[in-house]
């Protein structure tokens, strides 16, 4: 677009001033009238052209300035509008990513938080469904493990009221159903004083013969009314045990688990005996009285004929107040293998616990069952034998390694790098 900015006067007359015919006053005069997007350039209009990401200000191409979240759109700032799953980086949308079990919320990512009975299923949180005979742990399903004597009930171990045979509906895979266990040929014909392994023996019932593991030894005894299996919770672990019922008490009936009774017997012996039955659940859910290792001791019975007077430094091993922690200082009444109790302190190296209401030495570990072998003042307080230790969990829901009561004697010392004895 050109437009014409020049105005002529050919002549002006003013007074006083002498003007000859053939003369001329010429005034050239340029007016600038160019529109806002154009500029004058020689006379002449003329758009003006600026940059992608330019505008015109005063007549000049400045650059475009926009906000954080704005982007240039014909010429202008706009705001940048991204989709709901979308950010603004460096002035575009871009997708949001979430880690694994996380969600898109209210612009950035968040954890995914699902009810108790719940799970992560494809960015949501969905029901956790168990089969019939499972429950919910830790988010999965696990099957329900129940004692004995106990049956699942809507869910839970429920107690099976009355005696029950333990036999019924039992499948052996080899030998026969005794008192809830399988017992094979081999097991039967296994020999009086040879080694055994207390964690993996399978103690049962020989007819009225109880066979157990006794601290690593194999031991079979006859038991004078009858034998039974019974549970017992052993380091935090429920083990079968065999043993002999006692009917010098009610007839072999008791009415409190864990309940003990005890007899000083010093008719027979210099050193009077007392032995001690303790209450348990047999597998055929029945309360029964069942003789325990009692112990020797030195001084003499008491007036009723239940316990020992007991002497300087002996003790009662069966009574709980005997073991006691004071920080890493233990407290203990140790039963060797005479069956003489008497009152240890041990220092233990990395703490003191509390298993079942026992106090006692323990070494932190990583895994549940694992075994390991340490030396351990055993058999006396002169020299240290190779005991094992199993990784239990104790009272503070912390795993610890604890000896097991069993140990292997040591002729000369115990080698205390490996745990075991020296040659």
Request: glycine share 8%.
């Amino acid at each position: 677009m050109v437009s014409l900015n020049r105005v002529v006067i050919t002549s002006l007359l003013f007074a006083g001033m002498s003007i000859g015919c053939n003369e001329s006053i010429v005034f050239e005069e340029t007016v600038d009238n160019c529109l806002s997007d154009q500029k004058l350039e020689n006379g002449v209009c003329v758009d003006i052209k600026c940059g992608t990401n330019q505008k015109i200000e005063n007549g000049e191409c400045v650059d475009i300035k926009c906000g954080t979240n704005q982007k240039i759109e014909n010429g202008e700032c706009v705001d940048i509008k991204c989709g709901t799953n979308q950010k603004i980086e460096n002035g575009e949308c871009v997708d949001i990513k979430c880690g694994t079990n996380q969600k898109f919320e209210n612009g950035e990512c968040v954890d995914i938080k699902c009810g108790t009975n719940q799970k992560i299923e494809n960015d949501e949180c969905v029901d956790i469904k168990c089969g019939t005979n499972q429950k919910i742990e830790n988010g999965e399903c696990v099957d329900i493990k129940c004692g004995t004597n106990q049956k699942i009930e809507n869910g839970e171990c429920v107690d099976i009221n009355g005696p029950i045979d333990p036999c019924e509906g039992k499948v052996c895979p080899q030998g026969t159903c005794s008192e809830g266990v399988c017992v094979t040929s081999e097991m039967r014909a296994v020999q009086a004083d040879t080694p055994c392994d207390p964690e993996t023996f399978v103690e049962f019932c020989d007819g009225k013969q109880t066979v157990y593991c006794d601290q690593g030894i194999v031991a079979k005894s006859p038991c004078a009314s009858a034998c039974a299996v019974y549970m017992e919770s052993y380091h935090g672990v429920v083990k079968l045990q065999s043993g002999c019922i006692d009917t010098d008490y009610n007839n072999g009936e008791c009415t409190e688990l864990d309940a003990l009774e005890s007899m000083c017997d010093d008719t027979t012996n210099t050193t009077p005996a007392v032995l001690v039955s303790a209450c348990q659940r047999t597998t055929r859910n029945q309360l029964k009285w069942i003789s325990v290792n009692g112990y020797y001791c030195k001084g003499r019975c008491d007036s009723a004929h239940k316990k020992c007077e007991l002497a300087e430094n002996e003790c009662d091993p069966y009574d709980k107040s005997n073991y006691k922690c004071d920080r890493r200082n233990l407290t203990y009444c140790y039963l060797d293998s005479n069956l003489q109790a008497s009152i240890r302190t041990s220092y233990c190296a990395e703490a003191c616990i509390t298993m079942n209401g026992i106090a006692m030495c323990g070494y932190t570990c990583e895994t549940a069952g694992e075994r390991k072998q340490r030396c351990v003042y055993a058999d006396s307080t002169e020299v240290k034998d190779s005991g094992v230790f199993i990784c239990r969990e104790a009272e503070d829901s912390k795993l610890y390694s604890v000896w097991n009561g069993d140990y292997d004697l040591c002729e000369t010392e115990c080698d205390v790098s490996t745990g075991e004895c020296k040659p």
